[in-house]
Nanobody, 121 residues
Framework: QVQLVESGGGLVQTGGSLRLSCAAS???????LAWFRQAPGKEREFVASISASAINTYYTDSVRGRFTISRDNAKNTVYLQTNSLKPEDTAVYYCAAGSLISTRPTDYTNWGQGTQVTVSS
C-alpha cells in the first residue's frame, strides 16, 4: 500500500508560483501519478498526470503551459510546478497513484490528504 503526502501549498498572489511535492512511502516507479484539485462546492477535477517512465505527461486545458508535472522515482516523489497562478486555481490539490493513466479519480487507488493552494487577486 502506497501512502502519499503532499506539501508546498500556500497563499500566493495572482501571477505567482508554487511547487507542490508529493512524497510516497512506498516504491512508485511502476505507478502512474497524477494531480487533481477540488475547489469548495465543486467536484474533484483532473489537473495533470505522468506515466511511470515520465515520458508521457497530460494536462487539463486550463493549466497547460502554466503547470508542469514531473517525477523522481529515486526519491519516490512527484512534483507539480505551478506558474502564472490565477484565482481560479484556488483549490485543495491532491496527488494520486494508480495502475493506468487516466483523468478519472476513480481510476486511482491511492490518494494523499491534500494541500491548500490559495491565489489572491
Amino acid at each position: 500500500q502506497v501512502q502519499l503526502v503532499e506539501s508546498g501549498g500556500g497563499l500566493v498572489q495572482t501571477g505567482g508560483s508554487l511547487r507542490l511535492s508529493c512524497a510516497a512511502s512506498g516504491r512508485i516507479f511502476s505507478s502512474y501519478l497524477a494531480w487533481f484539485r477540488q475547489a469548495p462546492g465543486k467536484e474533484r477535477e483532473f489537473v495533470a498526470s505522468i506515466s511511470a517512465s515520465a515520458i508521457n505527461t497530460y494536462y487539463t486545458d486550463s493549466v497547460r503551459g502554466r503547470f508542469t508535472i514531473s517525477r523522481d522515482n529515486a526519491k519516490n516523489t512527484v512534483y507539480l510546478q505551478t506558474n502564472s497562478l490565477k484565482p481560479e486555481d484556488t483549490a485543495v490539490y491532491y496527488c494520486a497513484a494508480g495502475s493506468l493513466i487516466s483523468t478519472r479519480p476513480t481510476d486511482y487507488t491511492n490518494w494523499g490528504q491534500g494541500t491548500q493552494v490559495t491565489v489572491s487577486s
